[in-house]
């Protein structure tokens, strides 16, 4: 596969043009580009560090994609930007909410919203609180910018990882209007429209633009016949813009997106997907049987993708769903303000969001564990945000000067209705039963998943256990079976309990004071400094509503028999089963009446310096350095209110002392970045080149061991641990808190370059080699707490979703069609992946093979653009490979597992038009 890959990457030729630029685009500044507008090989302008810069200028690394390789390339939301940007991947999971967005392989799985996105989403200058709310569709766009590397400086919010940065198309004064209508398979219908213009003679102009999808799932219920991962949505933007005077301008957005789609489904994972999986979905493995059995369903029927998981069969509970609907909704002013000494910009915005799911949480037929679609399970973020800059020159313009404030209010909530299936107490009881030997009898319809006896003929499995933990002294103080089989009684009556609403909340506050300044030092060598101070609150406070009454029942029998106060021959592990999957993620009675509140603070000082030197007007060499950091936070997830792995549940008597809201936090994450660069821009080809090392500490975790989500701050340790990290005990692998050192190191080196060797003909390259890696010994926090077991595979490895090696590129022909008046389109772009592991505990499960990507465009047009007929395809070689894969929901010891798929081969046709 390597070889393969190497090959591959000798062949292509990549999109990746870079640029980037901060602020949002003012209406003079689109009418001054396009009364401006260039060749392809004229110098790049941005305004990457607050100011007009041409690109070769830009000591920084970046990655920039037009309007038009956008629509060259089908990309209508940040997802589809993979294959534009080889450092970047974004993904998402069990919902869109869940989108999760990766720089330089480092990122942050967005199950949990209590995480903040290490790599920040900006659209026309507002941030979006998490990567999954800008899942949507773009409308009109001028261009999306990358960032790569820690941002603690000049924007609105701190990012350890970089940042995606999407300028929408600004009003103009000059009137247009564009429409477009594609067809395609999956009956895929998109329309979208825009006008733009003045508005009368009120120094107003105008820009609205809306986009309309349907489209069929591309997974198939095998037992209802619906379609999964499927697309309802439509978006409507529109703006204003006002020249007050030749000084100042403003311009107010307002957008509103809604979705009614059912999504996320998974298949079972094959050998297909990873080697590793063989044998795992076979009936030699206790846990399939006992699926089969409680679901009352034939072999085939439960896995229908056994053969072929690309085949996208699935078979969900019947009743259950994956609907959901999004609402995002928001306003924004900008106002541009030239105060003769300086450049005054302001930012002000308020933003809602909203995302309800329903869920067949186990993915199976089996009823095991399932969210409703009644509103309960839900995240909603309401934003509000104020960003100040000034900028401007001193010392006849050798300093080059800027300074800012922001300010920002989130408020974050969530509920949860998540709740054991109709199936889930004949299953936990099965499943126990398989775990002593998967030859004793069952009957999942029975209570306790007990065989019943025949008298004369068959103890019953009742009667097998006693004698398998016979009573040694009759009616003396050790007891056999009895509390067993009575505990597997109890629990075969978890049924459709849990979560009826619970909700948790988290207010933020977040204040910063930044500056960034650019001095000449020397002809030739400018010197960068930025530094910026943020000081962040965060509130929060959960309550619940909780129904299952079997925990506390099973725990007020069983607990005597762990802490000594009861004996049984039936060994504590047992038990202890017998409690646990009772009360499965905290989910108790218990709970309610619990109103927990807590709040946390911190301040970092984060920033870059940077020093560059340009021995010639077309090349630039840069060295620098930057700290970054992302906020520390709660873990917004019940089952990490516990003291650690093998606590007990709560205390019976006083469920208060059981459990410590401190458990919820997380630390914030800081990085240390050094970066070396090169940028050339000759007539016909531009090239540049970046070597970078990152240090994480406190790296933020989020991963599913099967039962519950964990979240853990991931540190290194100077000392060998010895293997005491790897050994699956928690009480091992502690490091001393002044030997404590960054847990996660990300270097390697970037390539870009585009060609234009003849008219009409545009070529590139974009590389990223990344060796983004876990400390060889690790620690949970930055105390020197020992890692948790289920991160065991951790150590030394790379992370999750971080290929060493990625190239991206594109060719794009557009000749003259004679002297017809029309022109050719021919455009092709690819993306070559190495191997990579799919799930954050990186068992070899969860393996993904690398693979390569392939889009294409063929069309015609008339040369004033007034028309335009493309036919293309999308992962046209019908590449199948998954996004990431994790533990099937409870369905061990012998575990199973699953996997969100990547969108299959898609084609269609688009008409579009534009005067």
């Given at each position: ?723 005491a990290d790897r050994d699956g005990s928690a009480a091992t692998g502690a490091c001393a808190a002044d030997d404590v050192e960054p847990g996660v190191i990300s270097q390697g080196v970037e390539l870009e370059a585009t060609l234009t060797p003849a008219d009409y003909w545009r070529f590139g390259l974009g590389m990223t080699f990344a060796d983004t890696s876990y400390a060889n010994n690790l620690v949970g926090d930055d105390q020197g707490t020992p890692l948790d077991p289920a991160l065991r595979l951790l150590p030394g490895d790379n992370l999750s979703n971080a290929p060493e090696l990625v190239v991206t590129g594109s060719a794009a022909w557009t000749p003259p069609i004679s002297n017809s008046g029309l022109s050719a389109l021919f455009y092709v772009d690819t993306r070559v992946t190495s191997d990579y592991n799919t799930g954050s505990d990186l068992t070899p499960t969860k393996e993904q093979d690398g693979f390569v990507l392939v889009n294409a465009r063929v ?57």
């Amino acid at each position: 596969m390597r070889k393969n890959l190497l090959l591959a990457t000798a062949a292509v030729a990549a999109i990746a043009t870079p640029a980037f630029a901060q602020d949002a685009e003012t209406p003079t500044d689109v009418a001054d580009n396009a009364a401006d507008e260039s060749p392809a090989n004229a110098p790049i302008v941005v305004v990457a560090q607050g100011r007009e810069q041409r690109l070769i200028d830009v000591p920084i690394a970046v990655n920039a994609v037009s309007a038009e390789s956008l629509q060259n390339s089908g990309a209508n939301d940040i997802r589809q930007l993979n294959q534009l940007a080889p450092s970047l991947l974004v993904s998402s999971t069990g919902s869109e909410a869940n989108g999760s967005a990766r720089i330089r392989g480092i990122g942050t799985v967005g199950d949990n919203p209590g995480l903040e996105s290490s790599v920040a989403v900006f659209i026309d200058g507002v941030y979006r609180s998490r990567t999954g709310v800008g899942l949507n569709e773009l409308g009109e766009i001028e261009r999306v910018e990358v960032l790569r590397g820690p941002q603690g400086t000049l924007f609105g919010r701190n990012a350890s990882a970089g940042l995606i940065n999407i300028i929408s198309r600004a009003p103009d004064y000059t009137p247009e209007f564009n429409a477009e209508a594609t067809y395609g398979n999956y009956d895929h219908i998109r329309v979208a429209a825009g006008a733009t213009g003045p508005i009368g003679n009120s120094g107003l102009a105008y820009r609205i633009d809306g986009v309309y999808v349907n489209r069929d799932g591309f997974y198939q219920d095998t037992l209802s016949g619906q379609d999964v991962n499927d697309r309802d949505r439509y978006f409507v933007r529109g703006q204003l813009a006002y020249e007050a005077s030749p000084d100042l301008e403003f311009r107010l957005i307002g957008d509103y997106t809604r979705r009614e789609e059912n999504c996320c489904a998974a298949v079972y994972a094959t050998p297909a997907l990873a080697p590793a999986n063989a044998g795992l979905l076979d009936l030699t493995n206790p846990i399939i049987p006992v699926l089969l059995e409680v679901a009352n369903v034939s072999y085939d029927t439960y896995f229908p993708s056994r053969n072929d998981p690309y085949e996208r069969d699935i078979a969900i509970t019947p009743g259950r769903t994956y609907a959901g609907t999004t609402e995002d909704y928001g306003v924004s002013l900008q106002a541009d303000w030239d105060l003769g000494f300086g450049q005054l910009t302001s930012i002000t915005a308020y933003r809602e969001y909203r995302s309800e799911q329903g869920t067949d949480t186990d993915y199976g037929v089996a009823d095991i564990l399932y969210n409703a679609d009644n509103g309960e399970n839900f995240r909603s973020f309401q934003t509000f945000s104020q960003e100040l800059r000034l900028q401007g020159e001193a010392f006849d313009g050798r300093l080059d000067w800027l300074v800012g404030g922001y300010y920002a209010h989130e408020e974050l909530d969530t509920g949860s209705n998540l709740r054991f299936g109709n199936d889930y107490g004949a299953f936990a009881s099965c499943r126990l039963l398989a775990t002593i030997n998967p030859g004793l009898p069952r009957a999942a319809a029975a209570p306790g998943c007990l065989a019943p006896a025949i008298p004369g003929v068959f103890p019953g499995t009742a009667g097998i256990l006693s004698g398998i933990f016979p009573d040694p002294d009759g009616a003396g103080p050790i007891q056999g079976a009895a509390p067993f089989i009575d505990g597997l009684n109890r629990l075969s009556t978890v049924n459709d309990l849990g979560d009826v609403s619970s909700r948790y909340s988290q207010t933020s506050e977040n204040f910063a004071l930044f500056t960034h300044n650019i001095f000449e030092i020397a002809d030739g060598f400018d010197l960068t400094v930025g530094l910026r101070y943020t000081t962040e609150s965060k509130d929060f406070s959960a309550n619940f509503n909780n129904d299952n009454t079997i925990c506390p029942a099973q725990q007020a029998a069983l607990l005597p028999f762990l802490t000594g106060a009861a004996q049984t021959t039936v060994p504590s592990s047992l038990i202890g089963g017998l409690i646990a999957l009772a009360c499965q993620g905290n989910s108790t009675a218990q709970l309610n009446g619990l109103n927990l509140v807590d709040d946390r603070n911190e301040d970092e000082f984060t920033g870059t310096a940077i020093l560059s030197y340009r021995p010639v007007d077309d090349l630039l060499l840069y060295a620098s350095y930057s700290h970054g950091y992302k906020a520390g936070g709660f873990n917004l997830d019940r089952s990490a209110l516990t003291a650690g792995p093998g606590s007990v549940i709560f205390p019976v008597t006083n469920p208060a002392s059981g459990f410590s809201t401190a458990n919820l936090q997380f630390d914030a994450e800081t990085v240390d970045a050094f970066e070396i660069g090169a940028k050339y821009e000759g007539r016909d080809f531009t090239i540049s080149a970046a070597a970078f090392r990152q240090e994480f500490s406190n790296f933020q975790l989020n991963t599913f061991n099967g039962t519950v989500f964990i979240v853990q701050n991931v540190n290194g340790c100077g000392t060998d641990l010895g293997g005491a990290d790897r050994d699956g005990s928690a009480a091992t692998g502690a490091c001393a808190a002044d030997d404590v050192e960054p847990g996660v190191i990300s270097q390697g080196v970037e390539l870009e370059a585009t060609l234009t060797p003849a008219d009409y003909w545009r070529f590139g390259l974009g590389m990223t080699f990344a060796d983004t890696s876990y400390a060889n010994n690790l620690v949970g926090d930055d105390q020197g707490t020992p890692l948790d077991p289920a991160l065991r595979l951790l150590p030394g490895d790379n992370l999750s979703n971080a290929p060493e090696l990625v190239v991206t590129g594109s060719a794009a022909w557009t000749p003259p069609i004679s002297n017809s008046g029309l022109s050719a389109l021919f455009y092709v772009d690819t993306r070559v992946t190495s191997d990579y592991n799919t799930g954050s505990d990186l068992t070899p499960t969860k393996e993904q093979d690398g693979f390569v990507l392939v889009n294409a465009r063929v069309g015609i047009r008339d040369d004033d653009q007034l028309w335009s007929l493309e036919f293309w395809g999308q992962n046209i070689f019908n590449t199948g490979y998954s996004q990431v894969a994790f533990n099937s929901p409870f369905q061990a010891p012998a575990q199973i597992y699953s996997a969100f798929l990547a969108e299959p081969r898609t084609y269609g046709v688009t008409l579009r038009t534009r005067f």
